[in-house]
């Protein structure tokens, strides 16, 4: 796990009230989940990442600036808040959706010219790089997931993007018609992930997952899921410019 980022030593107690970013002071804990001011935010956010560390995951080398102390290849990790989940996961599914990201091999040497809703037009965007033979077109899976503590069996508040590309989308293919073969909403189910050990036609290993039904969802964890849904889930897919976070 990653180190907390140093407060300033100009930070003190003369500007805020506390700079521990995770726990609400007295005053405001009465007004928890409130959250006056966000009205308008609805789906207007980018929720972090669930990322299954590859051997060229960035998120490993130490020189990098996505680098995740004490992650390792087959880890599950949050690309936001750092957290290593370890080999597995358990999660309800919130949503789902198919995006086109144009992309550039590491080894012609890389690049991101974004996501698109339609394959056509990730396809114009590739034809337009120069030059285009080097680009792709990757259709990915986009699976929308709230993470629950097997431990403490709380759900997280805030939810994850779980990309499924090239060799994981016969597994994504496969997740979803297991998930609509239980009927009921989506997120009526806990799932787990399992990374798993696989190796391609040239002999190189690298990580895939397996999902496995787990069990019906506790009506708290259903309700919290319906409200993520609800805030998160049906928001078509933006077009976007930025790097790829691996």
Same mark, same amino acid.
């Given at each position: 796990?990653?180190?907390?980022? =140093?407060?300033?030593?100009?930070?003190?107690?003369?500007?805020?009230?506390?700079?521990?970013? !995770?726990?609400?002071?007295? @005053?405001?804990?009465?007004?928890?989940?409130? %959250? +006056? %001011?966000?009205?308008?935010?609805?789906?207007?956010?980018?929720? $972090?990442?669930?990322?299954?560390?590859?051997?060229?995951?960035?998120?490993?080398?130490?020189?990098?600036?996505?680098? /995740?102390?004490?992650?390792?290849?087959?880890?599950? #990790?949050?690309? /936001?808040?750092?957290?290593?989940? %370890?080999? =597995?996961?358990? *999660?309800?599914?919130?949503?789902? +959706?198919? #995006?086109?990201?144009? !992309? +550039?091999?590491?080894?012609?040497?890389? %690049?991101?010219?974004?996501?698109?809703?339609?394959?056509?037009?990730?396809?114009? #965007?590739?034809?337009?790089?120069?030059? @285009?033979?080097?680009?792709?077109?990757?259709?990915?899976?986009?699976?929308?997931?709230?993470?629950?503590?097997?431990?403490?069996?709380?759900?997280?508040?805030? $939810?994850?993007? &779980?990309?499924?590309?090239?060799?994981?989308? $016969?597994?994504? +293919?496969?997740?979803?018609?297991? /998930?609509?073969?239980?009927?009921?909403?989506?997120?009526?189910?806990?799932?787990?992930?399992? *990374?798993?050990?696989?190796?391609?036609? *040239?002999?190189?290993?690298?990580?895939?997952?397996?999902?496995?039904? #787990?069990?019906?969802? @506790?009506?708290?964890?259903?309700?919290? *899921?319906?409200? &993520?849904?609800?805030?998160?889930?049906?928001?078509?897919?933006?077009?976007?410019?930025?790097?790829?976070?691996?």
């Amino acid at each position: 796990m990653s180190k907390a980022a =140093a407060v300033p030593a100009e930070v003190s107690n003369n500007l805020v009230a506390s700079t521990d970013s !995770k726990t609400l002071p007295a @005053h405001l804990q009465a007004v928890e989940g409130v %959250g +006056r %001011g966000n009205e308008n935010v609805g789906g207007a956010m980018e929720p $972090p990442r669930l990322l299954l560390v590859q051997q060229m995951s960035k998120c490993i080398d130490p020189h990098h600036g996505n680098y /995740i102390k004490g992650s390792e290849v087959g880890d599950f #990790v949050n690309s /936001i808040t750092k957290k290593i989940y %370890g080999n =597995a996961v358990y *999660a309800l599914s919130l949503s789902f +959706r198919t #995006v086109y990201q144009v !992309k +550039r091999d590491f080894n012609e040497g890389g %690049g991101y010219k974004g996501k698109f809703v339609l394959e056509s037009e990730a396809n114009e #965007v590739r034809n337009n790089q120069p030059p @285009h033979e080097k680009w792709e077109v990757k259709e990915t899976h986009e699976h929308l997931l709230v993470v629950k503590d097997p431990k403490t069996g709380e759900l997280e508040t805030t $939810p994850v993007v &779980m990309e499924f590309e090239s060799s994981k989308l $016969p597994k994504s +293919r496969a997740w979803n018609t297991t /998930i609509g073969m239980k009927g009921g909403d989506r997120f009526a189910c806990l799932w787990k992930l399992q *990374a798993i050990h696989q190796t391609n036609k *040239a002999g190189a290993t690298f990580q895939n997952l397996d999902c496995s039904y #787990v069990g019906w969802a @506790h009506e708290t964890d259903y309700l919290a *899921a319906e409200q &993520m849904y609800e805030l998160f889930g049906p928001a078509p897919a933006p077009v976007v410019l930025t790097p790829a976070i691996q």
